[in-house]
């Protein structure tokens, strides 16, 4: 005789907050520069706390050489109820699903993010395909800003990357990525570590 | 003047293959021993490859003290094209969804997993506030049978999980997990390293 389960969730979903949409669309960047790039993830993680749909983190997708926008992705964790939602893997996931790919290594494309990616979004990398990453603040400024614990990273996290062919460029646009972590502890919002219950 | 941009993707789902309800509505498993919940994840990993609905991996959440089954995932990488989308992080998402929270802590949860978590399930289950963790075939057997890269995991992986009250149980069905690994590779299905292409 079968057991009678408890009735499962088969499916769930990540989205970006209403705004983003025209939020981009009345802004200008010149995205052949990695600055202006950059500047798209910080405006995002800056607007995301403005309008209080999630942590203060931006991320973006470009396909090169032409710096095509493929994606974008904020930090949605508690809005959308779910740790996995960083802006960096929603911008993967919003990336892949727009190419119909899990693999976007047969293209040659860049993550911009406006903070170093946690242990969780720095091992999605690996699998993901991309080519290229570029970061603006360091784990260590989010910990120290956004309290947040980031995982215990190899200490050579650039070259395991490298190994795999993803080239990496750090502290862009570093101290304006700060600011907007330093916004964050400024206004008292939670912290994301999750509770630890003993079992 | 604002710039145009294309089009881009607002939101993306990951759900169980269809064959997933029904298949664990016809078994019966005594969750309150430990090798009856990673039967259940070795048969989600077993009948994936079966279907042809992704790769040869099975996981379940359950909840302490009762072993109330959560909710369950299976590697869904190829035929939802996104990488993110391996066992444990199919299981982690529905779980939060099912109880509406980004924080599993606030409960007493167990993820049970047919093989080891690679470095992106590693990093998310930091995140997820996941009590436990059960794991079947070791990422050397993955490495060696389904030829994928796992990443590279701290030297000292459990005790950095240990260290943030993170228990772990390994080897549980080690060979009949493994198994299913041995039958992915006999069937020449693909290793899911993503392809590299150089900025």
Redo the contacts between chains.
């Keep these: ?6 009735t ?9 907050p209403a705004w ?2 025209s939020f ?6 010149d995205f052949s520069q990695t600055q202006e790039r950059m500047r798209l993830a910080i405006d995002l993680s800056r607007e995301n706390l403005v309008q209080g749909t999630g942590g203060p983190f931006g991320a973006a997708v470009f396909e ?1 050489p032409a710096y ?5 992705g904020v930090n949605v ?2 809005p ?6 960083h802006a960096e ?1 929603l911008a ?3 990336a ?3 190419l ?9 494309l ?1 993550l911009v993010t406006s903070s170093q990616p ?7 990398i ?4 991309l ?2 990453v570029v970061t603006g603040a360091r784990a260590k400024d989010v910990e120290a800003l956004a309290g947040s ?1 980031e ?2 990273l ?1 200490q050579d996290w650039e070259g ?1 990357w490298r190994k ?4 990496l460029e750090t502290d862009v646009m570093r101290v304006q990525a700060c600011a907007v972590l330093q916004a964050y502890q400024e206004s008292g919002a939670p912290i ?1 570590n ?6």
């Design positions: 005789m079968a057991q009678v389960f408890p499962i969730k088969e499916s769930a979903g990540l989205r970006l983003v949409h981009i669309q009345n802004q200008t960047y090169l095509r926008l493929v994606s974008v964790v508690v959308q109820h779910t740790s996995l939602a893997i993967l996931l919003l892949q699903e727009a119909l790919t899990h693999d976007l290594g047969k293209r040659r860049e946690c242990l969780q979004c720095y091992g999605a690996f699998w993901s395909g080519s290229r614990d995982g215990p190899p395991e795999r062919g993803i080239s994301y999750p509770a630890r219950s003993t079992p």
